[in-house]
Nanobody, 123 residues
């Protein structure tokens, strides 16, 4: 059974940083593309970043490019999202996802999802 567990969310002031983690069991991250999506209250889930199996191809949403960075630790079977220069518009539940053969910005392209971790940025 595949399980993704996110952690690292919390409350941070505008301009601050957080690092989200996503630990997987039941599959190996290095075999799949991975992604992060987020959903703010009253809004649809939106794409944040997606990365290929080897990390050679990565796409960021325009709203986070230059501020967020995705990375992997294959030994720990964990994916990270480093978020810098946070602003209140980044407030959302952040979801880790995987299982796609190729990186995609489309949520339905990923079969496996974590439960999400709340990120709140105060002004």
């Amino acid at each position: 059974q595949v399980q993704l567990v996110e952690s690292g969310g919390g409350l941070v002031q505008a301009g601050g940083s957080l690092r989200l983690s996503c630990a997987a069991s039941g599959l190996t991250f290095s075999s799949y593309a991975v992604g992060w999506f987020r959903q703010a209250p009253g809004k649809e889930r939106e794409f944040v970043v997606t990365s290929s199996r080897g990390g050679g191809t990565t796409y960021y949403a325009n709203s986070v490019r230059g501020r967020f960075t995705i990375s992997r630790d294959n030994a720990k079977n964990t994916v990270y999202l480093q978020m810098n220069s946070l602003n209140p518009e980044d407030t959302a539940i952040y979801y880790c996802t995987t299982g796609a053969a190729q990186p995609t910005m489309v949520a339905r392209g990923f079969p496996y999802w974590g439960q999400g971790t709340q990120v709140t940025v105060s002004s």
